[in-house]
């Protein structure tokens, strides 16, 4: 099983980054996909999550209207756009998947490595 983040990068507070995660070795479209941030000095936190049926998504309050969680099951990738990106936004973003339903962070069946977001200010 892996899941691979990428797209991290050094952004301008106001920008955006597109983040994604490529997934292997497990029946992605059965599992909800979720992704998690953990900034220096703090513990790690849900930020988005997407169901794997029906499509509910669940977001975290500060994130919502600025973040947008999508998936593709024909390239078993996840993506999150941000947009308006703020300096507390800077973190290792994480993907996480889940069967079927969306769960806390404690909770997850597979993770990725992460992927690191700086925005500046």
């Known amino acids: 099983v892996q899941l691979v983040e990428s797209g991290g990068g050094l952004v301008q507070a106001g920008g955006s980054l597109r983040l994604s995660c490529a997934a292997s070795?497990?029946?992605?479209?059965?599992?909800?996909l979720g992704w998690f941030r953990q900034a220096p000095g703090k513990e790690r936190e849900g930020v988005t999550c997407?169901?794997?049926?029906?499509?509910?998504?669940f977001y975290k309050e500060s994130m919502r209207g600025r973040f947008t969680i999508s998936r593709d099951n024909s390239k078993r990738t996840v993506f999150l756009q941000m947009n308006n990106l703020k300096p507390e936004d800077s973190a290792v973003y994480y993907c996480?998947?889940?069967?079927?339903?969306?769960?806390?962070?404690?909770?997850?069946?597979?993770w990725g490595n992460g992927t690191l977001v700086t925005v500046s200010p």
């Open positions: 996480a998947a889940r069967f079927p339903l969306c769960a806390p962070e404690d909770d997850q069946d597979y």
């Open positions: 070795g497990f029946n992605f479209e059965n599992y909800a």
């Open positions: 997407m169901s794997s049926n029906d499509g509910i998504i």
